[in-house]
């Protein structure tokens, strides 16, 4: 297969010819449909975060279907479409997992960091920490989702939310959830601003389609 390794970080990815990936046990391989590209991607590439894994294939918002299952597990089935999240995998064992809380487990795997990534042909994951995804949403918008999407919906469920209120999101990359939404930038921050002001305005024209039940509003 084909796909995009980072041989030194600071170096621009060079597209190699891999082996396929060789599932292991709990593992899935999924043909890549798209992948999206986080910061955190461009962190590993420029070097912010310390290598783990040479020539590492980058991309942790994965969305794919299903060629190959788990041996045992049984969650997906060939042919399933799925999204692989940033989370690769934990222990298992310690408090946090056992608690529910496995994205603060002390050991953790990490898509695209520790096993490689999305930025390929092919990839394997995990399947118990990877999603199956509703058909409502296509292959492109569906894989920003698998990480700010996450983390948006992560920071709203724990407002305990009930009803309508104002929620804001420092960090306006994460995405809204159908409430109203602030995107805070600084004064005087000339590249966040537009951008800012662009998604507020696609939010806007998906509220008018019926998209979406929220607004998007830009606090300069």
Do not use: K
């Amino acid at each position: 297969m084909q796909a995009m390794t980072l041989a030194r970080p600071g170096e621009p990815l060079r597209m190699t010819e891999l082996p396929m990936p060789v599932p292991g046990e709990h593992d899935i391989v999924i043909r890549v449909l798209a992948c999206g590209i986080c910061r955190t991607d461009l962190h590993i590439i420029d070097g912010d975060l310390p290598p783990r894994v040479a020539g590492i294939v980058p991309g942790h918002e994965v969305v794919g279907r299903v060629v190959t299952a788990a041996c045992r597990g049984g969650r997906f089935r060939i042919g399933d479409r799925v999204g692989i999240p940033w989370l690769g995998g934990t222990c298992g064992r310690c408090l946090y997992c056992m608690g529910h809380r496995e994205n603060l487990c002390d050991t953790p795997v990490f898509t695209g960091y520790d096993r490689h990534g999305g930025f390929a042909q092919y990839a394997s994951a995990d399947e118990r920490f990877c999603f199956a995804l509703p058909d409502g949403y296509d292959d492109v918008h569906a894989a920003p989702l698998l990480c700010a999407g996450l983390i948006g919906y992560r920071a709203y469920r724990l407002c305990a939310v009930s009803g309508a209120m104002r929620l804001g999101l420092y960090g306006f990359g994460a995405v809204a959830q159908g409430q109203q939404v602030y995107a805070f930038t600084r004064a005087g921050d000339r590249q966040s601003q537009p951008f800012a002001l662009h998604q507020a305005n696609e939010a806007i024209a998906a509220l008018r389609a019926g998209a979406i039940n929220g607004a998007a509003v830009l606090l300069p």
